[in-house]
Each structure stands twice: as structure tokens, then as C-alpha cells.
């Protein structure tokens, strides 16, 4: 078993297993090596990746995104710029040996669609980092399969309930790797989100189904965006808080305001808020780093041909966005677990304080 600690400049640890993707951090820690208590702001360097290696996406271009009821919030539909050149992307990795545990290969497209993915994965593992993917399915084969069996810590699968989607969960759970759904949850998905919990129709084998918000970004409506006054949004996470469910399930930190004011059941050390900018950052393939993927402002962003990653991590953008955080939703008994929710776009958070008196 591989396990990583790291001592942070900020007075932490942070652990890693290599092996199942199980991360744990102390918090701030006095001059006796004890913990305080107090929780970690953020990290001298980022500890995940989201690292956006495809310009264009094969899957949107041919429409099917938008034939399965999907809203890509990279422009998936429409956008066709080119990949991240397989140099660049050894250039990143090598900045992150032994400062960043993990990443997240996406972008604009299914990652096992870049011309040169298995020499990406094998790079990742060759600098001593664990990738991981997220992909419609459309283009999988078992030739890419093997290969992210043999370098990647998990696989997602976006999901579309094509035949391809099921296609792609049953090759990779064939090949052993740990298969994660990944769902987009917004209105008009709700009600299916309660049907799957509630039937448990989760299919055979994947590990978890992960919960994502939708967005109102890129071709992501604001008329999809969830609201805590529908009642199938308490349905939600009252189902999520039962023992038996919430062991089945993940979701993603634009969740937490949500799951903090509605879930007192679920402990919220085993949960974390927004990490983008604390602990995470997103890199897109035009090489633009920025806290958060979802950010297509470029009001944060700055360009790793003019300057490092750990430059920019520790610059006075990314100084802006953290300082954003440390302003909202004072006064709040949930701000120490949510952080108040998204710095960009906070009519996503669902805790139903946020638009009434913290904003």
C-alpha cells in the first residue's frame, strides 16, 4: 500500500493512499506537533489537479450531448480548439512531482480521445501522481480501458443511459477498475436522482454514484438550476442522510452549503467546501490556470507560458479569489462547513440562506 504524507508550510499534514484515492488532512498543528482544532485554510501548493487536456469534445460536436438532455458547461456543442499538447502537459506534471497527490483528466471532451492519452497517464505515474478520468463512454475501447486499468486510480462514466454508456461501465469494471457515475443534478434530473436512490437502480458493480450540480455556465440554463423550495430537493437530501444511502453515493463540494444546512446526519468532517483555489485548481488546454473550471470569466486567470504553477497559485489573483471567501455569509452557524458556498456563482447554493440574508 502507498502511502503519501505531506507536511504543508501551513502547519498540516495531508495523507494520501495511492492505492483506494483515501485522503485525510490534520488540522493546523501546534508547536508540539498537536492538533488545534483548527481547520486548514489552504495549501502552499494545489494538492488536485483538474487538468483540461481536450480542446473539443467528439461526443458534443455530434450533438449527442444535447440529444441526451445534457447542458455542457464547457460549450462541448459548439467549441472545437485544439488539445493540450502532450509536452505542455509533461511540463505541468513535472511542476507538481511531489506537491500534488492526484488529477482529473478532462476538459472539453473525453479524455481517452486525446491522441496521445496512454503516454499522459504513464506521465502521471512516471512523476509519481495518480490520474484519473471522466468520460461519456462514446469512444471507449478495450484497448483504452486497459490502459486506464493499468495507470488510473478510477474512472467515471457521464451518465447518458445510452447504449454506450452502459458499453463503458460494463469494460471498465471488467478490467477491474474502480467505475464511479457521475450525474448531473438539476431540475430536470431530480426527480430521477430520488427514483435511483429510492429503487436503488444504481447498475451492478460501480462503486458510487456521484452527485454534480448543474451550473448555469456555458450552455448550462439558469432555468435547470435547483432550488431548496422544491420539494423533491428535501426529497433529496433526506434520502442522502440515511445510512444505507449515503454509503452508495458521493457528490461534488458545490453540494456542501446543501448538505450542511440539510444533513446534519452526515458528519461534516467527511466532507469538505469549495476546495478550488484552497486546495484545487483547473488548467485548461489553452494552459490558462484558474481556481475553478467553472470560472469562464478569466477574472482569476493567468498563464502558465508567463509564469509557474506555484507562481500563480500564490499570486495576487488567486490571493483575490481566497480573500472572497473569508467575506461571505458572516454570522452564519454553517459558514465553518460551507465556506458560503460558491464564490462564483452563488445562486447554486442550496442551503436556502444564502439569497435571503447572507449574501
Same mark, same amino acid.
Not at 491522441?115 to 463512454?137: K, M, W, Y
Given at each position: 500500500?502507498?502511502?503519501?504524507?505531506?507536511?504543508?508550510?501551513?502547519?498540516?499534514?495531508?495523507?494520501?493512499?495511492?492505492?483506494?484515492? #483515501?485522503?485525510?488532512?490534520?488540522?493546523?498543528?501546534?508547536?508540539?506537533?498537536?492538533?488545534?482544532?483548527?481547520? =486548514?485554510?489552504?495549501?502552499?501548493?494545489?494538492?488536485?489537479?483538474?487538468?483540461?487536456?481536450?480542446?473539443?469534445?467528439?461526443?458534443? @460536436? !455530434?450533438?449527442?450531448? +444535447?440529444?441526451?438532455?445534457?447542458?455542457?458547461?464547457? %460549450?462541448?456543442?459548439?467549441?472545437?480548439?485544439?488539445?493540450?499538447?502532450?509536452?505542455?502537459?509533461?511540463?505541468?506534471?513535472?511542476?507538481?512531482?511531489?506537491?500534488?497527490?492526484?488529477?482529473? /483528466?478532462?476538459?472539453?471532451?473525453? =479524455?481517452?480521445?486525446?491522441? !496521445?492519452?496512454?503516454?499522459?497517464?504513464?506521465?502521471?505515474?512516471?512523476?509519481?501522481?495518480?490520474? !484519473?478520468?471522466?468520460?461519456?463512454?462514446?469512444?471507449?475501447?478495450?484497448? /483504452?480501458?486497459?490502459?486506464?486499468?493499468?495507470?488510473?486510480?478510477?474512472?467515471?462514466?457521464?451518465?447518458?443511459?445510452?447504449?454506450?454508456?452502459?458499453?463503458?461501465?460494463?469494460?471498465?469494471?471488467?478490467?477491474?477498475?474502480?467505475?464511479?457515475?457521475?450525474?448531473?443534478?438539476?431540475? !430536470?434530473?431530480? %426527480?430521477?436522482?430520488?427514483?435511483?436512490?429510492?429503487?436503488?437502480?444504481?447498475?451492478?458493480?460501480?462503486?458510487?454514484?456521484?452527485?454534480?450540480?448543474?451550473?448555469?455556465?456555458?450552455?448550462?440554463?439558469?432555468?435547470?438550476?435547483?432550488?431548496?423550495?422544491?420539494?423533491?430537493?428535501?426529497?433529496?437530501?433526506?434520502?442522502?442522510?440515511? =445510512?444505507?444511502?449515503?454509503?452508495?453515493?458521493?457528490?461534488?463540494?458545490? @453540494?456542501?452549503?446543501?448538505?450542511?444546512?440539510?444533513?446534519?446526519?452526515?458528519?461534516?468532517?467527511?466532507? &469538505?467546501?469549495?476546495?478550488?483555489?484552497?486546495?484545487?485548481?483547473?488548467?485548461?488546454? &489553452? /494552459?490558462?490556470?484558474?481556481?475553478?473550471?467553472?470560472?469562464?470569466?478569466?477574472?482569476?486567470?493567468?498563464? @502558465?507560458?508567463?509564469?509557474?504553477? +506555484? &507562481?500563480?497559485?500564490?499570486? #495576487?489573483?488567486?490571493?483575490?479569489?481566497?480573500?472572497?471567501?473569508?467575506?461571505?455569509?458572516?454570522?452564519?452557524?454553517?459558514?465553518?462547513?460551507?465556506?458560503?458556498?460558491?464564490?462564483?456563482?452563488?445562486?447554486?447554493?442550496?442551503?436556502?440562506?444564502?439569497?435571503?440574508?447572507?449574501?
Amino acid at each position: 500500500m502507498a502511502i503519501r504524507r505531506f507536511t504543508d508550510r501551513g502547519g498540516f499534514i495531508s495523507i494520501f493512499n495511492d492505492e483506494n484515492g #483515501d485522503y485525510m488532512r490534520t488540522g493546523i498543528l501546534d508547536a508540539n506537533g498537536i492538533d488545534t482544532g483548527e481547520e =486548514p485554510f489552504c495549501s502552499e501548493f494545489p494538492q488536485l489537479l483538474d487538468i483540461g487536456i481536450m480542446g473539443h469534445c467528439i461526443h458534443g @460536436l !455530434n450533438g449527442l450531448c +444535447s440529444s441526451c438532455g445534457v447542458e455542457c458547461y464547457q %460549450s462541448g456543442a459548439y467549441e472545437n480548439q485544439p488539445n493540450m499538447i502532450f509536452e505542455y502537459f509533461k511540463n505541468i506534471i513535472s511542476q507538481c512531482e511531489g506537491r500534488t497527490f492526484q488529477v482529473a /483528466l478532462g476538459g472539453r471532451g473525453d =479524455p481517452e480521445m486525446h491522441e !496521445n492519452f496512454e503516454d499522459i497517464l504513464a506521465c502521471c505515474r512516471h512523476f509519481g501522481i495518480v490520474p !484519473n478520468i471522466t468520460t461519456s463512454g462514446y469512444g471507449l475501447t478495450r484497448s /483504452l480501458s486497459s490502459a486506464i486499468a493499468k495507470y488510473c486510480g478510477a474512472a467515471a462514466v457521464s451518465w447518458y443511459k445510452t447504449s454506450y454508456t452502459y458499453r463503458a461501465i460494463d469494460m471498465l469494471l471488467e478490467k477491474g477498475v474502480t467505475t464511479n457515475i457521475h450525474f448531473v443534478l438539476g431540475k !430536470n434530473s431530480i %426527480s430521477e436522482a430520488v427514483e435511483l436512490l429510492e429503487q436503488n437502480k444504481i447498475p451492478q458493480g460501480v462503486s458510487r454514484i456521484i452527485f454534480l450540480l448543474h451550473k448555469p455556465v456555458g450552455q448550462g440554463s439558469r432555468e435547470r438550476v435547483l432550488s431548496i423550495e422544491d420539494p423533491l430537493t428535501r426529497d433529496f437530501f433526506q434520502l442522502i442522510s440515511k =445510512p444505507e444511502i449515503v454509503e452508495k453515493i458521493g457528490f461534488d463540494s458545490c @453540494l456542501v452549503p446543501g448538505i450542511a444546512a440539510h444533513c446534519p446526519q452526515i458528519p461534516h468532517e467527511s466532507y &469538505d467546501a469549495c476546495e478550488a483555489g484552497r486546495f484545487s485548481a483547473y488548467i485548461g488546454p &489553452d /494552459l490558462k490556470m484558474t481556481p475553478c473550471s467553472f470560472d469562464k470569466s478569466d477574472k482569476f486567470a493567468e498563464s @502558465l507560458y508567463e509564469k509557474s504553477i +506555484s &507562481d500563480i497559485w500564490n499570486g #495576487d489573483k488567486f490571493y483575490g479569489y481566497r480573500e472572497a471567501f473569508k467575506k461571505r455569509c458572516q454570522g452564519c452557524e454553517f459558514v465553518s462547513r460551507c465556506l458560503g458556498g460558491c464564490p462564483i456563482e452563488g445562486e447554486i447554493n442550496l442551503c436556502g440562506k444564502y439569497n435571503q440574508k447572507y449574501k
